[in-house]
Each structure stands twice: as structure tokens, then as C-alpha cells.
């Protein structure tokens, strides 16, 4: 496990027939931990650089079914189903409270868990991402960006059936109607200004569904969280440790 940044401690979870393999960063830390959650096929160590850079907090992630050292799941599962997953392993942590980071694919699953565990996410960060997965605009082919290239993500870690149902979880999945409910949480959306993949007007439309989210359209493509993951981990860190008045400004 050398090879991830930050040496997380390495375990592995049992959840309603899954096996799933967890990386805890500074865990035990005392605030409110960071859960992340990563996009479609990308595994730990892909997020590594920039949880490992996310100090003063426990920040934990997952591989997905079927990616990286989780193996594959036996059945197709929805969107609502993994964000019950993903809680249950945070309750185990003894995380009644958390906030929620999500990139891409997995910010589409983050809005999915704070709309779906009301009163559980205290703050949310959707970088790179959707309120609707099958919008126009969203543009797959764009994955050969000169990001993508530059990035360990040009070559997931995924088994094609892992792709496979990650990509089933979202067919036809929306937030639209939802979002407006998560006025009471303070949202942070980052937009990579230079994304083929996800233009950033699908982050304006979350920003202009959520009252009080603040928009962001930040240098970089597609993998901008990791490609500028010094830069995004102090913004995330800045806005998830700033005063609750201010957050909800």
C-alpha cells in the first residue's frame, strides 16, 4: 500500500453482501471527518494526493465495487442503495455527523447521500459534477483531455463490470427536484473552468437550485481536484472550517 499518498489506514467492510475496501486518513482526528467520494472507476490511490493534503480532519474514501481492491458486486445497485452503504460505514466509524466531498461520479452519489440522510451532512462539496447524469453537455469522449493523460486516472482500475454497474447506478438518475431541499446545508460547488467533460454550467444549475451554494469556477479541466490538489484541498479545507454564519452567507 506504499504506493497511496498518506500511508490511510487500509481496511476492509462487509456491507449488505459487499466487500468493500476503505482508506481512513488521520484517523481518530477530532472536527467533523471528510468523507470523499471519487469518480467512475477511480480508485484510492487516484484520490490519494488530494485527501492526503486535507490536514486537521479523519478523511476517509472507498473503492466502488468492482475498483481497485473492492471486488465486484453479484447484482446491479442503485444510487440510493450505495449512499445507504456508505453510511452504514460511517455510522461503524462512530460518524453520526460528517461532510461529504464529491468528485464527478461521486459527487452525483454525494448529493444522492445528503438528500437521502437528512440532518447527517453538516457540509457538501460537489467538484466536477451533475444534477442530471444523462444531461446533454456531458461530453464522455473528453476523458482524453490533456489532464486525463497526465493523470494515473487515464487508465482505471476498474473490471469492465465494475464500470458497468457504477454506470447503471446512475442511468437516469436526477437531483433536480431534490436539490432545493439542501438549503439548510452549506453547499461549495468547484467547476474546472477548461472541463469537456462536465461544462460548468452543470454546476451553475446545482448552485442555482441550492439557496445560499456558493459556485466556483476554478483553472484546470476535468481532473482539476487532482491535478491542483494543493489549491482545491486548502479551498475545501477553508470552507468547511469557516464559522456557520459565514458558510450559509
Known amino acids: 500500500m506504499s504506493r497511496i499518498s498518506g500511508r490511510p489506514a487500509i481496511s476492509t467492510q462487509h456491507v449488505h453482501g459487499l466487500t468493500l475496501r476503505v482508506a481512513r486518513w ?9 468523507l470523499f467520494l471519487n469518480g467512475i472507476g477511480a480508485d484510492i490511490a ?15 474514501t472507498l473503492d466502488m465495487p468492482g475498483v481497485g481492491g473492492s471486488p465486484d458486486a453479484l447484482l446491479p445497485y442503485a444510487a440510493p442503495t450505495m449512499a445507504a452503504i ?4 460511517a455510522r461503524r466509524f462512530g460518524h453520526e455527523s460528517l461532510d ?5 461520479w461521486g459527487g452525483a452519489l454525494a448529493q444522492q447521500v445528503a438528500i437521502q440522510f437528512p440532518g447527517r451532512v453538516r457540509r457538501l462539496v460537489l467538484m466536477a459534477t451533475t444534477p442530471s447524469v444523462g444531461a446533454p453537455g456531458i461530453g464522455w469522449a473528453a476523458l482524453l483531455d490533456d ?3 497526465a493523470s494515473g486516472l487515464r487508465r482505471p482500475t476498474a473490471t469492465p463490470l465494475g464500470l458497468a454497474y457504477q454506470s447503471l447506478a446512475m442511468a437516469g438518475w436526477t437531483s433536480a427536484a431534490m436539490l432545493p431541499l439542501l438549503k439548510d446545508v452549506p453547499v461549495l ?12 454550467c452543470h454546476g451553475q444549475t446545482i448552485a442555482g437550485l441550492i439557496d445560499g451554494a456558493v459556485l466556483e469556477v476554478v483553472p484546470g479541466s476535468h ?16 470552507f468547511l472550517e469557516r464559522p456557520p454564519l459565514q458558510a450559509a452567507a
Do not use: K, N
Request: charged residues 15%; hydrophobic residues 55%; proline residues 8%.
Open 86 to 89: 456508505v453510511m452504514e460505514i
Open 46 to 60: 487516484a484520490a490519494a494526493p488530494l485527501l492526503a493534503q486535507m490536514h486537521g480532519r479523519e478523511v476517509w
Open 189 to 200: 460547488v468547484l467547476m474546472g473552468e477548461r472541463d469537456g467533460v462536465v461544462p460548468a
Open 100 to 104: 461529504v466531498a464529491g468528485f464527478s
Open 147 to 149: 489532464d486525463m493523460l
Open 223 to 238: 481532473l482539476f481536484p487532482f491535478t491542483h490538489a494543493g489549491t482545491v484541498a486548502a479551498r475545501i479545507s477553508a
Open 26 to 34: 488521520r484517523q481518530g482526528a477530532p472536527g467533523t471527518p471528510l
